[in-house]
């Protein structure tokens, strides 16, 4: 490992442990003056910064996107009448970026007393574009303001706030249940049941009583108080059905990676299952079909019931070697990896943007949605892995394993995971006293 990257890690890790420190001081205070850190995320939004001096007879309004908006019906909401700010959002090349609507993002415009828009201000980019990764990406604000009788769009980067989360909820019904109780953002539940995923089926698995306590790194547009997205899982433990499992974040070879606290890693070279854990398959398959599995000599590949639009992860990193439709499979997609391993994803009702024979993706990366093309009678997922041309069956096959933490690493990924624990443990001691 090159020196500078090992100080880094240690950086990075020195900040999470201080953070964590902090809050096992609270251990010592009167338990009273505990102030732990807001369960319910805020969702209200405020007005900052738009008033307008010059604009007397106008007013500021905020508003959050739903599910299904237009941004006819969400400029109804904000008080605003304005046919000439629908036309220019439609036709101006930056404008058009407003009828990106996401739901649950906020809004803030300025109307004047004859219904029309003087100033709105949307963030187009960045925070939960996707389950993590990119969070770290610059988000972005598209401003359009009446400057005397024409509309001028704007777009301009926005700092970003960070933060250290740490949360201890019990499972009742369903981990996004949970989660959304103690205020967790949705793509952490995601994040775990990736992490656990080899060993926990997060569809079938969860046990009423199951307990999480997680440490995450949130991020939020700096000056908002729209929700925070969480960039990150930093450390996760996870009590199923009378087990123990434990990860925490940590870079090797400057790369971060999932580890067990006794330093095993938890990357798997292949995912066991390609679907992406989301609130829709978890409902979905809950309650039934999740996976179907046939006759596997027979049939040579695993069957996942999953909705239309499901997302399809590539298993492993690799290259695309065939991508279009063959009889039967319907919608098709076959990636080579590394070694002798291929694997492939039927039935696709689209495959994702850009994706083409040759393409490299990474483990985890969206290459397709489930659909029912071909011989399907309903939507699911058709899945084989292929060793040297040959299926093998995904769910019983011992798939490589990634490389154990050595030496001063794994040293110091144990000390690490010794602090997390005991602040973890802090935090339920802390929540318990305050529940009696
Ligand atoms: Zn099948």
Known sequence: MHRNARFRQVAALTAIVSALGAVTAFGVAPLADIELPPIETVTESVVLGLQNPDAIDSFVQTETIRR??????????????????????????????????????????????????????????????????????PATRLEIRRDGDRLVASEAEVPLERSTEMRSVEIRSSLFAATDAAGIPENVAIKVAEIFGGDIDFHRDLRKGDRMRVVYETVREADSLDAAA???????????????????????????????????????????????????????????????????????GVDFAAPTGTRVRASADGTVEFIGQQRGYGNVLILEHRGEYSSLYAHLNSFADGLRQGSRVRQGDTIATVGSTGWATGPHLHYEIMIRGEQVDPMAVALPESEPLNGADRIRLRQAATEIRLALDQLDAIRLARFE
């Open 68 to 137: 299904g908006d237009t941004l006819a019906a969400l400029l109804a909401r904000l008080g605003a009448n304005d046919p000439e700010f629908l036309r220019f959002a439609s036709s101006d090349p930056l404008a058009r970026k407003a009828l990106q609507l996401r739901a649950g993002r906020g809004v803030q415009a300025e109307v004047d007393w004859l219904g029309r828009v003087t100033r709105y201000s949307y963030r187009v980019g960045g925070l939960e574009d996707d389950s993590g990764a990119d969070a770290a990406r």
């Open 230 to 300: 969480a960039s990150k899982v930093l450390a996760v433990e996870f009590f199923n059905d009378g087990r123990r499992f434990d990860a925490l974040l940590f870079e090797r070879d400057e790369r971060p990676e999932y580890f067990a606290f006794d330093g095993r890693s938890l990357k798997k070279a292949f995912l066991r299952n390609p679907i992406e854990f989301s609130r829709i398959s978890s409902g979905f398959s809950s309650s039934r079909l999740h996976p179907i599995m046939r006759d596997w000599r027979a049939h040579r």
